[in-house]
Structures are given as C-alpha cells and as structure tokens.
C-alpha cells in the first residue's frame, strides 16, 4: 500500500497518494471506489518521470465526509481540487479521471483551463446536456418498469442502507456485475428497480472473483466502505440536478487543451443518454481533443480491468503532450 499523506483544501482534509517527481499528474477515482482503483498505473507512471497525485476525493476511503447532502456539489469537489493543485506549487497539471472522478476532471479543465495542461476522462464522457443526467436517464424506460437507478439514488437512506447491510456482498456483484467478465447482455435493465424490490437483489454474486480482482483487491475496498458506508459517496448522486444548474455558464464551452477519452468495450456508459452520439463529435467541438479509444474486453472498471493497455494509452497521452 502507498504511503498518504493529508492535505487541508476548501473545509475538508483528502487523503492522498503523492509520489514520485516530475510533471504533476492527477488521478481521481469513481464510485464506489478509491485511489487505490489506481494501483496499477501509479508505478509506471512515477517510473516514466512522472510526480501522482491520487486523492480519496470527498467523502471516499480515507477523507472527510461532510454531514450535509449539499457538501458534495461539483462546485465542491473541483474547489477541493483546485486546493490540491496549489498544494503542489505547479501552475498546471495532467488530469484523468475515471467515472465520477471523470466528471470532476471533465468539469475542472471547463471552469479552470488555467490549472490543466491535459484531461483525460475514462468512462466519462465529457459535457453537459440539456438537462440533467437524472431527467435524461427518467425518459430511458417506461415508469411502469421500474425506477432507473439515478432516481433511485436520490432519497437518502434507502439505497445506502441496502448497500451497508453486507458490504462485501454490495462491492462483489457491484465490481463484477458492471465488468467485461459478467456474461449477461441485460445489465442496463438490471439498474432498474421494481415497486418491491432493492437494487441490490438486482445484481447476482459472482461464481468467483474476476481475474482482474484479488481477494485482497476486494477486501481493501470492503475496509473502506465498512468503516463509514456508502451515503457520504452516494451524495454525489444527489446533487445531480444541482450540478446542471451550477455548470449553466459553462454549457457548450470548448476546451483549448489536449483532451482524450477512454470508455470499455462493454462499458454500461456506452448506452447512458446522448452518449453514442456525442462520440464522433468530440475531436470537433474541441480543438485538440483525440478520437475516443474503446478498451476491447472491458467494462466499467477499465483502468483495473485492462491495466496494461490503459496505463500504455496514459503514458502515450502525457508524452504527446511533453514533446
């Protein structure tokens, strides 16, 4: 395990990885992750000459969790952000993020282009629609289904105490239900919560671990979850709509610096809305932005589940950019 050290930014204290020296790359993790979702590409990159920074963002692993829903606004994670970045006395920094932590990457190189040289976004796509994620995603299926998981997520308690009541359970269907190793072709109509059901009998167990998952992988992330549970990361989600609202003046920005994405091959991203279609226009809308790399075999979890490649695709990136 990487030695942390505690960094004191907008109100709350992240815990962060930081080795290594040279150019400052940072990397932000998704829901329900950590910075330890980074385990694989933190060497290699510190070996190519390259200083990381690997934050448990708010009200993750090892850093402070606001009581309050309203604590956990992209206005407040990419104020934490921005406080890291400080903290490392350099003017600007590479930027990748992947899942929400693609989002908070995506939404820091928009409102501050000054403090990024470079954003990558893996499963994330970058923009903001006309309307929110939650509304958009309402129109993906008829009520009469069930309630997509977005909604579902939205009023506290009910999810969270599903999720904590057994965590290993919840992160095992979780990280193996949304991976290229899960054979089934209906996972997005499992995010679909019926009247009587949980969303957590909506995934199965897996018959054992992927191979791209350690028993001591999931144990790591069992301790994390099980020490404070899942609300404070869940908030994220409630302030969705709230988000829309707070990105307004940003909408339709086009970003100056080099820019790249990365989604799985059978990534659940792949059929969130708008998503196909924003693909072939990115390298348009934005100067210097990369066609999008679509990772073979993977799902959700690319920078785990395809480690090699994906650490190969970063470093090719971060290269391209010091030449």
Known sequence: MDKRKRIFTNGVELSVIDKGTGPVVLLLHGFPETAYSWRHQIDPLV????????????????????????????????????????????????????????????????????????????????????????????????????????????????????????????????????????????VMTRFLVRPGERMIDRWEDPEELPSWLTEEDLEIYVRAYQSHGFTSGLNFYRNLDRNWEITAPFHGMRLPMPAMLLLGEHDVVLDMPGVQEALPVLSKLHANFREPVIVQGSGHWVQQEKPDFVTGQILDFLRSIDD
């Open 47 to 186: 070996e190519s000459g390259y200083r990381v920074i690997a934050p448990d963002l708010r009200g993750f692993g090892e850093s402070s969790r606001p009581a309050s829903v309203d604590a956990y606004s992209i206005a407040h994670y990419v104020g934490d952000i921005v406080g890291l970045i400080t903290s490392t006395g350099e003017q600007s920094v590479a930027v990748i993020g992947h899942d929400w932590g693609g989002q908070c990457a995506w939404d820091l190189a928009t409102m501050r282009p000054d403090l990024v040289r470079a954003v990558m976004g893996i499963s994330a796509p970058p923009g903001r629609g006309e309307e929110s994620f939650v509304k958009a995603s309402e129109k993906m299926f008829d009520p009469e289904e069930g309630t997509f998981y977005l909604t579902y997520f939205q009023e506290p308690g009910v999810v969270d105490a599903e999720f904590d009541q057994d965590v290993r359970r919840t992160l095992s269907r979780m990280l193996y239900g949304l991976s290229g190793d899960n054979p089934a072709d209906d």
